[in-house]
């Protein structure tokens, strides 16, 4: 409770902000995105999304937080368009509870046409085991954002109680292969024969695919080799403040 009053003083005070984990073409090295993940700067230092986000899920603040996610990405691609860097897309992470009020793809919509910034840049990350939560509205709302132009990605591929049926009824663009099967890739042939499969899967359907938590370069090299397109990872880079992002994205240009 005590985390919850002042997540909801510090919600008024911009203490909420984003760092950005680059994206890289597993090919070429090239940066293709980024993705947006939300810091918390409070007296006691930084307090991590793994800790404060399931106390906002269980408040209204979880509302709160996913607008100024959306704004602040929006502002973020506003800084990268200005920098030159032509075209970058972000993602965002979006709850389970933020689909409980009606009209997510709206409300995102909005804001990016607030700051004048195209839909196509803006990728929404869902867990599967989110979507499962409360499927039919989480299904619906994502395919109106793809309709308005939007992107979706499925984070954590393969780790929630997944069924493939919502694979089937789930529209999305990118699939993430989660860092627990990416993490062994180098030591473990059950690991491979799984990453392999999830790729076979994504290529068949004809989406995109996203290694997370590549750390080293046999990682990428397997990946590379196995038709993973992108990759994120420490490998690359950590998340970085938005200015670090953008010399980042102007030395790997
Ligand atoms: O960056 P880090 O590895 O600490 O992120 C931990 C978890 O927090 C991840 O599972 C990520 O999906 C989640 N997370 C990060 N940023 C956001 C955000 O802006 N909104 C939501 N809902 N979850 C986030
Ligand atoms: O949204 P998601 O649950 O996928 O969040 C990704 C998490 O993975 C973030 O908390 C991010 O800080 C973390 N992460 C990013 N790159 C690496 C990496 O190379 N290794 C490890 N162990 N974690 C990473
Ligand atoms: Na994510
Ligand atoms: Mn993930």
């Given at each position: 409770f005590a985390l919850m009053s002042r997540l909801g003083q510090d919600l008024q005070r911009d203490a909420l902000f984003l760092v950005?984990?680059?994206q890289v073409c597993l090919s070429t090295g090239r940066?293709?995105?980024?993705?947006?993940?939300?810091?918390?700067?409070?007296?006691?230092?930084?307090i991590p999304p793994g800790e404060f986000i399931p106390v906002a899920e269980k408040s209204v603040y979880i509302h709160a937080i996913g607008d100024r996610v959306v704004q602040q990405a929006c502002e973020a691609?506003?800084?990268?368009?200005?920098?030159?860097?032509?075209?970058?897309?972000?993602?965002?992470?979006?709850?389970?509870?933020?689909?409980d009020a009606p009209g997510l793809a709206e409300r995102v919509?909005?804001?990016?046409?607030?700051?004048?910034?195209?839909?196509?840049?803006?990728?929404?990350?869902?867990?599967?085991?989110?979507?499962?939560?409360n499927f039919s509205q989480?299904?619906?709302?994502?395919?109106?954002?793809?309709?308005?132009?939007?992107?979706?990605?499925?984070?954590?591929?393969?780790?929630?109680q997944s069924s493939l049926e919502y694979l089937r009824d789930l529209?999305?663009?990118?699939?993430?292969?989660?860092l627990?099967?990416?993490r062994h890739l180098e030591q473990d042939e059950r690991c491979r024969q799984i990453a392999s499969m999830i790729i076979k899967l994504g290529r068949s359907l004809g989406v995109g695919l996203i290694a997370e938590g590549v750390e080293t370069r046999g990682q990428a090299d397997w990946l590379r080799d196995n038709g993973c397109q992108t990759g994120q990872g420490w490998l690359f880079a950590k998340p970085l403040p938005l200015p670090e992002f953008i010399d980042f994205c102007r030395q790997h240009a």
């Amino acid at each position: 409770f005590a985390l919850m009053s002042r997540l909801g003083q510090d919600l008024q005070r911009d203490a909420l902000f984003l760092v950005f984990q680059p994206q890289v073409c597993l090919s070429t090295g090239r940066i293709v995105g980024a993705e947006a993940l939300l810091r918390w700067r409070t007296d006691a230092g930084l307090i991590p999304p793994g800790e404060f986000i399931p106390v906002a899920e269980k408040s209204v603040y979880i509302h709160a937080i996913g607008d100024r996610v959306v704004q602040q990405a929006c502002e973020a691609l506003k800084a990268i368009d200005a920098a030159g860097l032509n075209d970058l897309p972000l993602s965002v992470n979006v709850s389970a509870r933020q689909f409980d009020a009606p009209g997510l793809a709206e409300r995102v919509a909005a804001h990016c046409a607030e700051a004048g910034v195209e839909l196509h840049r803006l990728a929404l990350e869902i867990t599967e085991t989110a979507a499962m939560r409360n499927f039919s509205q989480v299904a619906q709302a994502l395919r109106a954002h793809r309709a308005a132009g939007g992107i979706v990605a499925i984070d954590d591929f393969g780790t929630g109680q997944s069924s493939l049926e919502y694979l089937r009824d789930l529209p999305a663009d990118h699939l993430k292969i989660d860092l627990s099967f990416v993490r062994h890739l180098e030591q473990d042939e059950r690991c491979r024969q799984i990453a392999s499969m999830i790729i076979k899967l994504g290529r068949s359907l004809g989406v995109g695919l996203i290694a997370e938590g590549v750390e080293t370069r046999g990682q990428a090299d397997w990946l590379r080799d196995n038709g993973c397109q992108t990759g994120q990872g420490w490998l690359f880079a950590k998340p970085l403040p938005l200015p670090e992002f953008i010399d980042f994205c102007r030395q790997h240009a």
